[in-house]
């Protein structure tokens, strides 16, 4: 049962300030909890299954003290913040916890969770392969596979093709109900600001698919018929870059006089831009993950294996699903942030830099630590952008 | 002798990390006043003080200032300012005042490095260094300190030699340590000096290269007052650098014409507002305040 009074937005807000509320009740009531890191592990597989996925984030204002143990200071600061939690045992809800070979440090983190942190008594990890050509689907259908037979074992029950469509119906009901928020962005200004929007994203990724679900709807609703709209802004930005939990960034950057109007993030349409397709099988999933979900840990080079340099096409099949959202959601510039010693996303940074200007795009790349005190010199800097906007 | 437009003058100030930099111009744009002051730790009294004192230069009163506007590190914290803008914005504007063919902006200030692209007077792009104190002028004093050298001195020094050491460390207290093992080694000083200018400019050209360096250059911000720099600047860059006759106050002239750009505008859509409520010695320090 849910225990809270309060709908849409402020509801979003509530669950924001604690995503592990919802996630202790459930369990407490008896269902099982699987924290999942990054996009990869296929949430429909633990729906299916009657488990509640609920996705691990780090804590931007919580200082890195316990993770020195298993972690030294120079990689990903968001996966040392996860580990710190974990360790202060701010996860101890989790039954269990997948994660997938994302990059280097989120596949060493997921087996540094099972030797230190230990509260979770399931632990899996998926390789997934780097590139989106068909043996790699091939291959990362196999590693779904083995991951849906671990799982079952835990769950004390066979994952049954009618249960998985239910899933995938079910997921790509949440996805297609948050393209429609962001078409509530489209309008000049905004119909909601980027802050509240990332305070509903942040809520699905902590409720089980069906709540979430009803939150969106309540969000969508509410929002058609708000009068206190967000004031109309000079400039309209696309944010991109890897994991941003945290309203911190957003709300400076909408104090600089710029809307966020939509996203590259896998906090945003990252993690719900494609659906799964019909027939809704293994493969289907494969398929979803890592052909049709655009993160630059997969490598999509126009022509896999080509070395000859065909710079202008390998852009375009790179980045052209942002030449989309540039048009459709009218940007005027973008910011591309990244949190620092991320070298999936630094290896991007040049490329995209350079196809936005080919689209007339000015962008600013800029990084952080992953904590909200060292966004604070990042201000100047995107006012600064702010005004050559103008 | 008539005037055709009415005696109106405007002010930038600039609080910066180390300096405080305030200018007022008059309805065409020439300067008719500038004050530099250290900064310390009370922005707020020291925004108030070099206002007075540029004032008191131009033998005008704060009335007759139509617009101010603040920038820099400090620009939240001048209580009478109409508007503030980045430092960013204000230095390109400065800058290509007195240099109008302007391309490239070199700007090194205390605690921070900044390299601008400007086309038609305009800021298109621009990159920072303002999370390390290796490439900005912190280095210099700290390595003025290790030496027990004046910074103007030190300049002169450096000139001396043609062959600078090389300074491996980017990091400002590794260099000191090299500095002080080059020292002990017997290295002559002017060799040394010319390395560490070297050092600095090889951080912040790299920095300038990612935007690619067009020139005509100019080279602001204190920094740019030392004459080792300069030469460093122009050997690392391997072209000429242009440095104003006081590089230190680029950003608050810039400041005061876009105030008096700002006013104009206002003037013209009829929204102008003569700003009497806005008084100097309202500066109130209240730390509990939200005014990061």
């Known amino acids: 049962m849910v225990t809270t009074t309060t709908k849409g937005l402020s509801r979003a807000h509530e669950i924001y300030a604690d995503r592990g509320n919802r996630a202790r009740e459930l369990r407490k009531a008896g269902k099982k909890i699987v924290g999942y890191i990054c996009l990869y592990p296929p949430v429909e597989i633990i729906t299916a299954l009657g488990m509640v996925p609920f996705r691990v984030f780090g804590d931007m204002s919580e200082p890195i003290t316990a993770a020195d143990q298993v972690s030294t200071t120079v990689v990903c600061p968001f996966l040392r913040s996860i580990i710190d939690l974990g360790l202060k045992g701010k996860f101890n809800f989790l039954d269990g916890i997948v994660g997938a070979h994302t990059c280097d440090i989120g596949m060493t983190l997921v087996i540094s969770w099972r030797d230190y942190v230990k509260d979770a008594p399931f632990t899996h990890l998926i390789d997934v392969p780097h590139t989106d050509h068909a043996p790699a689907v091939d291959y990362f259908e196999g590693q779904i596979n083995s991951f849906k037979r671990h799982l079952e074992e835990f769950a004390g029950e066979k994952l049954t093709g009618d249960k998985l469509k239910r899933a995938c119906e079910l997921h790509n009901r949440q996805r297609r109900l948050v393209r429609e928020l962001y078409d509530l962005r489209k309008s000049d200004p905004p119909l909601l600001t980027s802050t509240e929007t990332l305070e509903v994203l942040v809520s699905l990724f902590s409720l089980p698919v069906e709540e979430g679900n009803e939150l969106l709807e309540e969000v969508i609703k509410e929002v058609k018929e708000r009068k206190d709209r967000p004031a109309k802004k000079k400039a309209r930005l696309l944010v991109w870059g890897p994991v941003f939990d945290n309203t911190s960034l957003y709300e400076l950057i909408e104090s600089a006089d710029a809307s966020v109007v939509v996203d590259d993030t896998c906090v945003g349409t990252r993690a719900f831009w494609a659906d799964v397709k019909a027939p809704y099988d293994l493969h289907a999933l494969a398929q979803r993950y890592l052909v049709d979900l655009k993160c630059p840990r997969t490598y999509r080079q126009s022509e896999p294996g080509e070395t000859k340099r065909d710079y202008d096409k390998d852009l375009d099949s790179r980045f052209n699903y942002i030449k989309k959202a540039v048009t459709d959601w009218n940007v005027s510039g973008a910011i591309l942030q990244s949190v620092k010693y991320c070298d999936t996303h630094g290896y991007e940074v040049p490329n995209l830099r350079h196809y936005l200007d080919t689209l007339g795009i000015p962008s600013i790349y800029i990084e952080h630590d992953y904590s909200e005190r060292s966004l604070a010199p990042i201000k100047t800097r995107v006012e600064a952008f702010v005004e050559t906007l103008g | ?292």
Do not use: W
């Not at chain 2, 230069?57 to 503030?84: C, E, H, M, W």
């Not at chain 2, 002990?184 to 000096?193: K, N, V």
């Not at chain 2, 690392?236 to 750009?261: C, F, K, S």
């Not at chain 2, 505008?265 to 305040?289: M, N, S, T």
């Open chain 2, 1 to 292: 002798m008539e005037n055709a437009t009415p005696a109106l003058f405007f002010a930038g100030i600039d609080i910066g990390s180390t300096m405080s930099k305030a200018v007022i111009v008059d309805a065409d744009g020439a300067m008719r006043a500038y004050v530099v002051g250290p900064t310390g730790a009370e922005h707020r009294l020291r925004a108030n003080r070099v206002m007075e004192d540029a004032l008191q230069k131009a033998v005008l009163a704060l009335d007759d200032i139509a617009y101010i506007v603040s920038t820099g590190y400090g620009r939240v914290n001048v209580p009478f300012a109409d508007k503030q803008i980045t430092e960013l914005t204000c230095h390109a504007r400065g800058v290509a005042s007195l240099f109008p063919n302007v391309k490239t902006a070199i700007d090194i200030g205390g605690q921070d490095a900044k390299v601008l692209k400007i086309r038609n007077g305009r800021l298109i792009d621009f990159l920072t260094n303002d999370k390390c104190a290796a490439g900005t002028g912190r280095f210099l004093e700290v390595a003025a300190e290790t030496l027990g050298l004046d910074l103007n001195e030190m300049g002169h020094i450096s000139l001396q030699t043609d062959m600078p050491v090389k300074i491996n460390s980017l990091c400002t207290i590794f260099a000191q340590q090299e500095i002080i093992s080059r020292l002990s080694e017997g290295t002559p000083l002017p060799d040394i000096l010319a390395g560490v200018y070297i050092a600095i400019t090889t951080r912040v050209v790299k920095l300038a290269r990612q935007l690619k360096v067009e020139p005509p250059v100019v080279f602001t911000g204190g920094v740019a007052k030392n004459v080792g720099m300069v030469k460093a600047m122009e050997t690392v860059l391997g072209m000429p650098v242009l440095v104003p006759q006081e590089p230190l106050i680029t950003g608050a002239l810039g400041a005061a014409i876009l105030a008096r750009d700002q006013a104009f505008q206002l003037i013209q859509k009829d929204e102008y507002r003569v700003r009497r409520d806005k008084k100097l010695g309202e500066a109130i320090i209240d730390f509990g305040e939200k005014s990061r």
